[in-house]
């Protein structure tokens, strides 16, 4: 997975669980004018697709991937993840459906986010199922609780992170003053998008980031490209999902690959956030 990251290929997480199939209708239409070799596109299976359809079990995998798949006007993804761990639904029989998935040839590697560790060692330990390639964990210079058993398991077992939220919802980028209420148009501001940044809001959280900003000054670069430099420079990480809505936060944020930071940057970057890091 990291060889198509460093090669240039578009990755695109469609992410089912967006609108319930919206967000893979909307991108079957789009992508249906491209070469499909030129793009890595992945989905997910978990989250509640209507009332009664929801989970990891054998049956829903089944029919999740045939779903995703018709909406994307594709035969295959090229990577299937399992959006969070299923504890109601037996280990076994949702690494069997995802083989089976993976056999047929409709998803080519799959992949699990935010699963518990030691689900992870026990899939891991299982005989003739689909072997996992990624994971996708939140991992931020905020949130670095990856770093004590995942990555290490991971970095054993030849799997990648696909980090989410390595921006920490936006505060990491220095929008949000602590004196001063968040933008109106800000994911702080929103019933609906703020769901995840809860302690990251509060005062002395924010008034730790603040002591980035001259630390990116003296990089030379801002502070998203600093959190996503940081992240990046993590081996073990294959790539990085960010949001945008500008063209501009586009191509700065891309500006952040192949960065890497001195030791001294990142020897401050620790002591600015020493008080709120959660490990």
Not at 83 to 99: I, K, N, S, V
Not at 109 to 138: D, K, T
Not at 180 to 195: C, F, I, L, Q
Not at 249 to 263: C, D, F, K, M, Y
Request: one cysteine or more; aromatic letters at 6%.
């Amino acid at each position: 997975m990291k060889a198509a990251f460093e090669e240039g290929i578009n990755f695109i997480d469609t992410a089912n669980v967006y609108g319930r199939g919206a967000a893979e209708s909307l991108l079957g239409d789009v992508l249906s004018d491209y070469d499909r070799s030129s793009y890595v596109l992945a989905t997910k299976v978990y989250f509640p697709m209507s009332d009664t359809d929801r989970g990891l079990s054998a049956a829903q995998i089944h029919k999740q991937i045939d779903a995703s798949l018709e909406r994307l006007k594709t035969d295959y993804v090229d990577l299937y993840q399992c959006h969070r761990y299923d504890e109601e639904t037996p280990l076994g029989e949702t690494m069997q459906a995802l083989t089976e998935v993976a056999q047929a040839g409709k998803a080519r590697h799959i992949g699990f986010s935010e699963w518990p560790v030691e689900r992870v060692r026990e899939s891991l330990a299982m005989e003739n199922v689909a072997r996992w390639v990624s994971s996708q964990p939140q991992y931020s210079m905020l949130w670095r609780r990856p770093e004590a058993e995942l990555i290490p398991l991971c970095e054993r077992e030849g799997i990648s992170q696909i980090v989410w939220s390595p921006l920490g919802q936006g505060v990491l980028t220095g929008k949000y003053s602590p004196e001063e209420p968040p933008p109106p148009d800000s994911r702080a501001a929103s019933d609906s998008m703020s769901g995840f940044i809860g302690r990251l809001m509060e005062s002395d959280v924010l008034e730790a980031v603040e002591h980035l900003r001259p630390v990116a000054e003296g990089a030379g670069m801002s502070m998203a490209q600093l959190a996503l430099a940081w992240v990046l420079r993590q081996p073990n990480v294959a790539s990085t999902i960010m949001g945008a809505s500008r063209p501009e936060q586009v191509r700065e944020n891309a500006a952040a690959a192949g960065v890497t930071l001195s030791a001294d940057t990142l020897a401050a970057i620790d002591d600015a956030l020493a008080d709120v890091i959660v490990r």
